[in-house]
């Protein structure tokens, strides 16, 4: 059955609405077969999903299969290993005066209908991936691709319903004014992943209903250096990560704080790392990726005159090439300090030593990430311990969201709820409280 975009938003929530009531979503069958059936969408039609990120964000092939469609086949791989043993129910223990033949325990049960709503920068994972959780916690749900990336947003509402089950899955298409529609009406969870500016509409119009909402929001996320690391390794691991996608990366390292002797070694560290990367000429090479747009390449360029150019620097509006671009000597009040680069713009900013990065850290919004690199233990666990961050690398940044078994989000600015796994089942489900006492 196919709907066509003459569907008012009041009729999808209303028709996935009747679905869920008849239960059909419940059963672990449907919800396991819905996910096989995402999974035979990505392997089957991955290439015309590479096709449009590429045509989106220039993203290259194995980049593409690497961050978006094979990573969310391994999330789906996941939750169909491990989906009966999380849903079991958990018993707890009864106090005395209830008796000895009572018992009790917590059960997973499904929320409803569930609204997804997905930036343009991984706009397959940061679509699906939070899809794969509402249909395994048993929901019906709506997803709303990014505008922003239309040629992806195009292939996934073309895919998604030849796929899965339309009465229960639904794609609806659409910026500012289709995404405020779909707000105003009554869902049983909201989950976002973008700005905080729009989180607050989010959250703001979720209350009209005391929707809950997960935010997967985003800011600016440090990076400490301590002095006495191997700056060639700690170069590479940053240039790759920070690189990734042009930048375009929620978790993409910001700016790194070191101390003013070490600065200068990893910015020569960093050229090197950028030229063994991608070449002489990163605009040639296939695995980097491009702007998504002309407002966020001026508003990027605009940020290149923060610092000393260390490597990079140089851009093409029309084909919205930016190079991978390093800035030393950045002053912490300049612009690219300010707000999240969201870009191949890496600023390194001096500061004493670890306690002054600390401090730095405190000073400013909580980070969606943080990442030490630091051959001290006392270091390491001095960081953790005294800054507050949705996730913490030590000496790699990025890979904490490909781990399975962790939860992913964050805190404070950048978010709040967080998913993957197991954790998706707990935020797209309702944990019931069941105590039962036999009658005789
Ligand atoms: P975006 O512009 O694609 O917006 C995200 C979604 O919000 C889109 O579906 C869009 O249609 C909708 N939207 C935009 N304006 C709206 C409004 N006024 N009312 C209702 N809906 C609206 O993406 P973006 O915000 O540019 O994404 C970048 C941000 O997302 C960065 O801050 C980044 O760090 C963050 N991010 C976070 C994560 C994470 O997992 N925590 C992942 C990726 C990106």
């Given at each position: 059955m196919n709907h066509p975009s003459p569907e008012q938003p009041a009729d999808v929530v209303a028709r996935l609405r009747a679905t869920f009531r008849t239960g059909r979503t419940k059963p672990v069958a449907w919800r396991t077969d819905q996910l096989r059936r995402l999974r035979a969408l990505l392997t089957e039609r991955g290439d015309d999903l590479a096709a449009a990120l590429h045509a989106d964000l220039g993203k290259g092939r194995t980049e593409a299969y690497r961050t978006e469609i094979d990573f969310t086949v391994r999330e789906i791989d996941h939750t169909l290993e491990h989906l009966t043993g999380w849903l079991r129910p958990d018993p707890a223990p009864v106090p005395a005066h209830l008796g000895a033949d009572a018992t009790a325990w917590t059960q997973y049960d499904p929320l409803g209908v569930v609204l997804v709503i997905a930036p343009w920068n991984y706009p397959v994972q940061l679509l699906l991936a939070p899809v794969v959780g509402a249909l395994a916690a048993g929901n019906a749900v709506v997803a709303k691709p990014s505008e922003l990336a239309p040629a992806t947003s195009a292939a996934l509402a073309a895919l998604i319903p030849a796929y899965l089950d339309t009465d229960a899955v639904a794609v609806v298409e659409g910026g500012v004014p289709e995404t405020t529609a779909l707000l105003a009406e009554r869902f049983d969870h909201v989950f976002y992943t973008g700005n905080g500016t729009v989180g607050r509409i989010v959250m703001r119009a979720a209350a009209e209903h005391l929707a809950p909402v997960t935010l997967e929001l985003g800011g600016k996320s440090p990076v400490f250096v301590d002095r006495d690391t191997d700056l060639g390794v700690v170069a590479d691991r940053l240039a790759r990560g920070k690189f990734l996608n042009a930048g375009q990366?929620?978790?993409?390292?910001?700016y790194v704080l070191t101390d003013p002797e070490t600065a200068g070694r990893l910015e020569t560290a960093l050229v090197q790392a950028v030229q063994s990367l991608?070449?002489?000429?990163?605009?040639?090479?296939?695995?980097y990726g491009r702007i998504i747009n002309e407002r966020h390449f001026d508003r990027l360029e605009s940020l290149l005159g923060s610092g000393r150019v260390a490597v990079g620097g140089t851009g093409d509006r029309a084909t919205r090439y930016l190079a991978p671009t390093v800035l030393a000597?950045?002053?912490?009040?300049?612009p690219v300090m300010?707000?999240?680069?969201?870009?191949p713009i890496l600023p390194i900013v001096t500061v004493a030593g670890a306690d002054e990065a600390i401090g730095f850290i405190n000073d400013r919004d909580k980070p969606l990430a943080l990442y030490v690199f630091s051959e001290s233990e006392e270091t390491r666990t001095r960081i953790a311990a005294e800054t507050s961050s949705g996730g913490l690398g030590y000496g790699l940044?990025?890979?904490?969201?490909?781990?399975?078994?962790l939860p992913f989000g964050g805190v404070g600015e950048s978010g709040m709820g967080s998913y993957h796994g197991r954790y998706s089942i707990e935020t797209f489900s309702h944990r019931k409280a069941v105590l039962a006492k036999p009658l005789h």
């Open positions: 990366t929620c978790v993409a390292p910001d991608f070449g002489a000429d990163p605009s040639a090479s296939p695995e000597d950045v002053d912490p009040d300049s300010r707000e999240e680069i969201f870009g940044p990025l890979a904490h969201l490909t781990v399975s078994d």
